[in-house]
């Protein structure tokens, strides 16, 4: 039989660690690109990278591939597919275009030909059309156009990846949960190591060490895009999740520290954690990052400070970074600690020295994650006492 050929998108930067993860799921011909990794296998890899995936934003399967001059070109590309035989006319959808070095002047247009296709295509075959939802459809048609070429695809995903399903509440500007999966990975923290993060926000990095911790598929508590295809195969399914939740480990504190100098902050990872049965595993402090106390001798801190795109206004982080970088040589000897930020200053503010500089992309937003090294006394960068 031959393989099935997808395309897993992902946040700018982490694509060699969702290399690293569709290998474990057994994946083929895995090939890189900027912002995703295209792969072969069969349904039960498609399933299991949709469970497993912690970087993930989206499993795309590849149903065509042709070239095209103009709008026409992509309707008799997507006339000619026999759509009814993958999903049910019953099933809402949507189709989005994405273009690169695309020569249409419409990406709607182009959309709205995809979609008529579509339709027609059913009424064909069935005598009715399914109906378009762009807000929660059943089936979504991905449409990527180059230059020249056209790709098709149906997600397999649904919802994105890094919805998991167990935060329910945020504050201003949120880390999506794949992007904070990636930099604990980035940091080289493992489980059973302490791991502080003195700006929790949400709780999206305490959520996503935690579940790694306790060996929680990420994908557990939800359900994927895939289930609704006609091509679906319920008792493929039914054991790569039944193998998943057997690994499930029971919740027990995991040397995980978060806090916060906002208290609706602290209160909202409290909610999150507790929603998502994860509020043992972690330790919560209302503190100020300023006065904040190593849990331990030696451990990983994972922040996303406030920056001005954020929350914070350029003047008080000025203020803020000199403090924070005092607060880390004097207190925190024999950690790894990791920031991410958009603000290129930061180290320099602090007076320390990062070993490492990794470009990550927060949305749309190009940060950078600073690995800067505690090591007693080597970090100082101040001027001798006159």
């Not at 493992?190 to 003195?198: A, W």
């Not at 990420?218 to 609704?228: A, D, T, V």
């Amino acid at each position: 039989m031959i393989p099935n050929r997808y395309f897993a998108t992902c946040p700018r930067g982490l694509e060699q660690l969702l290399a690293d993860e569709l290998q474990e799921v057994k994946a083929k011909s895995i090939k890189l690109t900027d912002g995703g990794v295209s792969f072969d296998g069969d349904w039960a890899v498609c399933y299991a990278a949709n469970l497993h995936s912690r970087i993930a934003t989206r499993i795309l399967w590849q149903v065509a591939r042709g070239k095209y001059l103009n709008e026409e070109d992509l309707f008799e590309g997507a006339y000619k597919l026999d759509w009814p035989q993958w999903f049910n006319v019953k099933n809402d959808f949507m189709v989005k275009v994405t273009g690169v070095k695309c020569p249409l002047k419409s990406l709607e247009f182009a959309t709205l030909k995809i979609k008529d296709a579509v339709c027609d295509k059913f009424r064909m075959a069935v005598g009715s059309r399914p109906y378009i939802d762009t807000k929660t459809p059943a089936v979504r048609i991905h449409a990527y156009l180059a230059a020249d070429e056209y790709q098709f695809y149906l997600d397999t995903s649904g919802a994105a990846l890094y919805q998991r399903g167990n935060r329910g509440a945020s504050i201003e500007a949120p880390l999506r949960e794949n992007l904070a999966a990636g930099i604990l990975k980035l940091s080289g923290w493992q489980v059973g190591q302490p791991l502080l993060d003195p700006m929790c926000g949400s709780g999206t990095f305490l959520l996503e060490a935690a579940m790694i911790a306790l060996d929680m598929a990420p994908g557990y508590k939800r359900s994927f895009g895939f289930e609704k295809l006609n091509t679906f195969v319920p008792e493929v399914w039914s054991k790569i999740k039944n193998q998943a939740l057997s690994k499930v480990k029971k919740v027990t504190f995991q040397k995980i520290y978060g806090s916060d100098i906002d208290l609706r902050a602290v209160r909202i990872s409290k909610q999150n954690l507790e929603d998502a049965g994860l509020l043992e595993a972690v330790q919560l402090s209302h503190v100020d990052m300023i006065a904040v106390v190593p849990p331990a001798d030696s451990g990983v801190m994972v922040a996303n400070p406030p920056y001005g795109v954020r929350i914070g206004e350029g003047d008080d982080l000025a203020l803020l970074y000199p403090k924070m970088g005092e607060v880390l040589k004097r207190k925190f000897a024999g950690w790894n600690t990791y920031f991410l930020t958009n603000d290129l200053t930061m180290p320099k503010l602090m007076r320390l020295t990062p070993s490492k500089r990794t470009p990550l992309f927060n949305g749309s937003l190009e940060c950078r994650l600073f690995e800067i090294k505690m090591v007693a006394g080597s970090n100082r960068k101040d001027k001798p006492n006159e």
